[in-house]
């Protein structure tokens, strides 16, 4: 079985940084892409940033400039730098991961659980 956790939300003033983590566990054959997507109160889940098992990234233009996503193949994991962060970045933010596991060996979207970001003073 396929799990994805992220870590390293909270609160957090606004201008300030904070750093996202996911890792992805279980029977993982192959990761194609990993990303982070976020959801506001009342809003729909929104993309954030992805990053393709052979590079590349692609950004929304809300974060551009401000966001960095990178990622570990060897550990599995993507993390989201965020700085100069903004009220208006508060959300819930989940990770995604596309992936083949050893067990389906078919390509699958996972999510993580989701952790809350929240930026006030």
């Known amino acids: 079985q396929v799990q994805v956790v992220e870590s390293g939300g909270g609160l957090v003033q606004p201008g300030g940084s904070l750093r996202l983590s996911c890792a992805a566990s279980?029977?993982?054959?192959?990761?194609?892409?990993m990303g982070w997507y976020r959801q506001a109160p009342g809003k729909e889940r929104e993309l954030v940033a992805t990053i393709p098992s052979g590079g590349g990234t692609k950004y929304a233009d809300s974060v551009k400039g401000r966001f960095t996503i990178s990622r570990d193949n060897a550990k599995n994991s993507v993390y989201l730098q965020m700085n100069s962060l903004k009220p208006e970045d508060t959300a819930v933010y989940y990770c995604?991961?596309?992936?083949?596991?050893?067990?389906?060996?078919?390509?699958?979207?996972?999510w993580g659980q989701g952790t809350q970001v929240t930026v006030s003073n």
């Open positions: 995604n991961a596309l992936i083949i596991s050893k067990r389906e060996w078919q390509l699958k979207e996972y």
């Open positions: 279980g029977s993982i054959f192959s990761i194609a892409a």
